[in-house]
C-alpha cells in the first residue's frame, strides 16, 4: 500500500509539472512542446488517477488474508417458508434480513491481484454483497417470490464494479463473485461464513445447523 501511494504521489506531481510546462510553452507559443507536455500530462494524471480509485477502493474493502471467519448468521423461523436472518459481523452491528425459501446463499465480491500489480504487495481484499433466499424445489423457485437483499453500500470509486466493466482499462486486477454453495434455513440455525481466496464456505455451528444439513443431504 506504501508503494502504491507513493507512485500515485510521483505521478500526480509529474502531472502538475507538464501541466505548468505546457501552459508555459504556451505563452511563448512553442506549439509542439505544449502538445508534447500535455500528453504528458495527461498520461501521469491518468496514472495518478487508476492508482487513486486502487488506494481508495482498497481502504472501503476488508483484506482477506487465507481462510478467515468473516461472519455469523442465524435463523429464525416467522412463517411457513419464511425466515428471518440475523447476520452478525464483527465490528458491526447486527442486520436483519426477511429471507423466503428453505435455502440461503451469501455472495462477496473478491478483487485479486495478477502482475504486474502483484509488485505492489497487495492483499486480497472482498465485500459482501448479497444474501438470498431460494426454494429446493425448483416449481416453486420458478413460482414463489424471490427474496435478495443487497450488503453493499455502493461507493464513488468502487474497484470491483469498475474492473469487472472495464476490465481491458485495469490489467492485473481480478473482479470475481465469491459464493457459498445453498444451504438449508432452519428455525434456530446458526453457521459461520468464512472466506477463502475465491470461494465462501458455510458450516454449521450449532446442533440445530448441524441436523439441518443432515436431514437436507438425505434428500
Given at each position: 500500500m506504501t508503494l502504491l501511494i507513493a507512485i500515485s504521489i510521483a505521478f500526480a506531481v509529474l502531472a502538475f509539472f507538464f501541466l505548468f510546462r505546457m501552459l508555459h510553452c504556451m505563452r511563448r507559443r512553442r506549439v509542439l512542446?505544449?502538445?508534447?507536455?500535455?500528453l504528458s500530462c495527461l498520461m501521469c494524471a491518468a496514472i495518478?488517477?487508476?492508482?487513486?480509485?486502487?488506494?481508495?477502493?482498497?481502504?472501503t474493502y476488508s483484506r482477506l488474508i487465507d481462510e478467515q471467519l468473516i461472519s455469523?448468521?442465524?435463523?429464525?423461523?416467522?412463517?411457513?417458508?419464511?425466515?428471518?436472518a440475523r447476520l452478525m459481523i464483527t465490528g458491526e452491528s447486527d442486520q436483519f434480513f426477511t429471507l423466503r425459501g428453505d435455502e440461503w446463499q451469501m455472495?462477496?465480491?473478491?478483487?485479486?491481484?495478477?502482475?504486474?500489480?502483484t509488485v505492489l504487495g497487495l492483499d486480497?481484499?472482498?465485500?459482501?454483497?448479497?444474501?438470498?433466499?431460494?426454494?429446493?424445489?425448483?416449481d416453486r423457485e420458478q413460482t414463489e417470490m424471490r427474496t435478495v437483499h443487497s450488503l453493499t453500500l455502493e461507493a464513488p470509486a468502487d474497484l470491483w464494479r469498475f474492473t469487472r466493466r472495464f476490465p481491458q482499462l485495469m490489467p492485473g486486477v481480478d473482479a470475481?463473485?465469491?459464493?457459498?454453495?445453498?444451504?438449508?434455513?432452519?428455525?434456530?440455525?446458526?453457521y459461520e461464513v468464512s472466506?477463502?481466496?475465491?470461494?465462501?464456505?458455510?458450516?454449521?455451528?450449532?446442533?440445530a445447523a448441524r441436523t439441518a444439513i443432515g436431514t437436507w443431504r438425505t434428500h
Open positions: 512542446r505544449a502538445c508534447g507536455s500535455s495518478a488517477g487508476a492508482g487513486s480509485i486502487l488506494i481508495l477502493s482498497y481502504l455469523r448468521i442465524e435463523f429464525e423461523k416467522t412463517a411457513n417458508d419464511e425466515y428471518q455472495d462477496a465480491r473478491i478483487v485479486t491481484w495478477k502482475p504486474p500489480l486480497p481484499i472482498y465485500q459482501l454483497d448479497r444474501l438470498s433466499g431460494r426454494f429446493a424445489d425448483i470475481h463473485y465469491g459464493t457459498a454453495t445453498f444451504v438449508p434455513m432452519a428455525d434456530g440455525a446458526r472466506l477463502s481466496r475465491d470461494a465462501l464456505i458455510a458450516r454449521p455451528a450449532n446442533d
